[in-house]
């Protein structure tokens, strides 16, 4: 990195592998819940595996956390994280990549254990919205980055796998695909009505017309 020293790592400065550890560590103070508290939970804690910095993506967006407050959330120096992920936008497709997979891995484990269908896809998206009330990071995301960053790809195909989950469940229940990619529609507005508007009944209106639709569409 321009302007860092050429003097040789001390025992006092964290290696790669140290400024990992603990960017891979859960931020107690940052979320205010015990890991014991999360463990009992249904819904993965996204800052049980996410680095305490890029939880403050999602709560305080993408432009206002630099780079200097992500290595002094680290324990660590500027240098340092430059020479480990590269860029902050890295960073930030890491983010975005790391949650799209806990995503990903909560509506199937939830699609499992209560049944498949669109109804139970938006129970799912209900319980990850307990725990997340900033609404979609992918959105969010999008609305701050340019279209050459490094986390576009993550957040198209977030998106993408979104629409043919809810194509494959409207299949699965008699109805065209196109059924699906509306449902997609619709789960997408639910978290803007949860999450923004603070619709209390945002979700249960969704189901409702999830409802209707797949007795129209079958």
Request: charged share 20%.
């Amino acid at each position: 990195m321009a302007g860092g020293s050429n003097r040789p790592a001390t025992a006092a400065e964290p290696t790669n592998t140290a400024v990992e550890t603990r960017l891979w560590m859960v931020s107690e103070s940052s979320s205010g819940v015990s890991s014991r508290q999360r463990r009992s939970s249904s819904v993965p804690a996204e800052s049980d595996s996410i680095p305490p910095t890029t939880r403050l993506f999602y709560t305080r967006g993408i432009h206002a956390v630099g780079v200097d407050l992500i290595a002094e959330v680290a324990g660590t120096t500027k240098k340092t994280l430059y020479d480990r992920f590269g860029s902050k936008d890295a960073l930030v497709a890491l983010y975005l990549s790391t949650r799209f997979e806990r995503w990903k891995a909560h509506v199937e484990a939830w699609l499992d254990g209560h049944g498949r269908g669109a109804v139970q896809a938006l129970d799912a998206l209900e319980a990850w919205l307990e725990s997340n009330t900033f609404g979609c990071a992918f959105v969010n995301a999008n609305a701050e980055i340019g279209p050459d960053h490094p986390a576009v790809g993550v957040i198209r195909a977030e998106k993408e796998w979104m629409r043919e989950l809810y194509e494959r469940l409207a299949e699965e229940a008699g109805a065209p695909a196109a059924v699906g990619a509306q449902l997609h529609l619709l789960h997408e507005g639910a978290i803007i009505g949860y999450a923004v508007a603070a619709q209390a009944d945002a979700l249960d209106n969704a189901r409702a017309a999830a409802r209707t639709m797949l007795g129209a569409g079958g």
